[in-house]
């Protein structure tokens, strides 16, 4: 299945991805039992879901919502940072032995086709294409061999960074959460299907040109050694966010330096998942 959030006529809601590319409206599909696709994932029913969904006629459509990030409310949001070789490398970054992790806030999130801003306070917007996990079963110390299990789906995010901020002080948390600026969507595949291990394609375009390509058989620390590490000391709960890093190619390391500006169109295609889109925006 392929879920998402949206708004329509003021009113939020979630539901599925028809194949006719319309939309099966969640919450008459579940009688309104689950008033957002977090909750849907904490009751576990993915399963009763994808169950009542079969020849259910999709009711909205694409062109008559707002969609809004794939989790709206995500109780956490854990970004991790230089988990490509070739980006750590163009950072300058010395090799860690564990994941370098920062949160992210909910209101730092904007869905697919919506603006991301470009602050006033900056005009070093930079692009960050990446993995986003989504957490379907919730627990604490999950081993590695046991965390796809705990995986409701993926989605293309964009981690913009506002990198004079960002660079502030050692901590980066004011550069990564401008109201606005990073993207979430257009919607999650869930696990079934994605294979456990596929070798998922990432790629970054700003304006058309490809600035970011690699796979997630490039990743240092992988989507289970990450839950391994996370789970260690914080409990993931279903809806939590996971936003795996970015390759190389970012704008600030770029010779000159490439940054988002005023009605660029950027987007993160992850291979089968699918195409996240945004327009920039000023202010």
Known sequence: MKLLSFERQGLASWGLLAEDGRIIDGQPLTQGRY????????????????????GRAADVSLEDVQLLPVIPDPGKILCVGLNYEDHRRETNREPTGEPTLFLRVATSQVGHGLAIRCPAESHKLDYEGEIAVVIGK???????????AHIAGYAP???????DWQQHTSQWTPGKNFDATGAFGPWMATRDEVPDGA??????????????????AQLIFSIPRLIQYISRFATLEPGDVIVTGTPGGVGFKRNPPLFMKDGDIVEVEVGSVGCLSNRVLAG
């Open 138 to 148: 919730g627990g604490r110390r999950i081993s590695q061999e046991d965390a796809y």
């Open 35 to 54: 008033r957002s696709l977090r909750a849907a994932l904490q009751a576990q029913a993915l399963p009763d879901i994808a169950r009542a969904a079969r």
């Open 157 to 163: 995010y964009n981690d913009a960074s506002v990198r």
């Open 199 to 216: 070798d998922l394609s990432l790629s970054t375009r700003l304006n058309g040109e490809v600035v970011q390509h690699a796979t997630t």
